[in-house]
């Protein structure tokens, strides 16, 4: 069975700083990938997702994630973050079926 | 398109008491399915469909029972709240029968509360 990992449950990063969103998933073959967001109150957002080919994709949002077979990765990463990216990320992969991270909450510092 | 509505927003019950929570897509996906969202544990599957017909059990169904008989709706029934059962829970629909494997359009949110 697959499982996730979201290592950080908060993260506070200054408007503008670089921002990177730690995943780790379990799972014998490649993966589906995914990154949610949720912003207060509401549902989730598909921000990115990976399936084959080029491990470093582009989402919504000026977000990318790269995807390392060799560390079992699947890591998020904005260069310049904005006072609205405050939200929960969730990483999910789906294998036999889709399992989510437990989150990470961003707090951005102006 | 309105994309995947649910409703009520926000229920209280009391222990014991049963509930229906709806949910409804206007997109034609073909696989719906519920999730509960507690805090610290993401997003956990209660039952999921395939197809109009066609239900399954997620990671945890127990106490909560769903149908199938249009491809536009999949309620998800409360047969006997517990506390437990408090949480806010999300429909999402994905367009494939491989939904899992898709991106899944997420539903606002009912937040439950049993006391």
């Known amino acids: 069975a697959q499982s996730v990992t979201q290592p950080d449950i908060h993260i506070t990063v200054s408007e503008g700083a670089s921002l990177e969103l730690r995943c780790n998933y379990s799972y014998g073959a490649t993966p589906y990938l995914f990154w949610y967001v949720q912003s207060p109150g509401q549902g989730l957002q598909l921000l990115l997702k990976?399936?084959?080919?080029?491990?470093l994709v582009q989402g919504i949002k000026g977000f990318e994630a790269e995807f390392k077979r060799s560390q079992s990765s699947f890591n998020l990463r904005k260069p310049s973050v904005h006072w609205s990216d405050a939200a929960e990320y969730f990483c999910?992969?789906?294998?036999?079926?889709?399992?989510f991270g437990a989150g990470t909450i961003l707090r951005v510092k102006s | 398109n309105a994309g995947v509505t649910q409703t009520p927003k926000f229920q209280v019950l009391k222990t014991g008491q049963s509930m229906t929570l709806q949910c409804a897509q206007d997109m034609n996906h073909e696989y719906m399915s519920w999730y509960r969202q507690d805090p610290g544990m993401g997003l956990r599957l209660i039952h999921y469909?395939?197809?109009?017909?066609?239900?399954d059990q997620g990671e945890v169904p127990n106490g909560y029972n769903v149908s199938r008989s249009t491809t536009e709706d999949f309620p998800l029934r409360l047969l006997s709240a517990a506390p437990s059962q408090t949480s806010v829970y999300f429909c999402?629909?994905?367009?494939?029968?491989?939904?899992?494997?898709?991106?899944?359009?997420f539903g606002p949110g009912t937040r439950l509360t049993v006391l």
């Open positions: 990976y399936f084959s080919g080029d491990t």
């Open positions: 469909s395939v197809g109009a017909g066609i239900t």
């Open positions: 999402a629909s994905s367009y494939s029968r491989q939904g899992d494997r898709n991106e899944q359009f």
């Open positions: 999910a992969v789906a294998g036999n079926k889709l399992v």
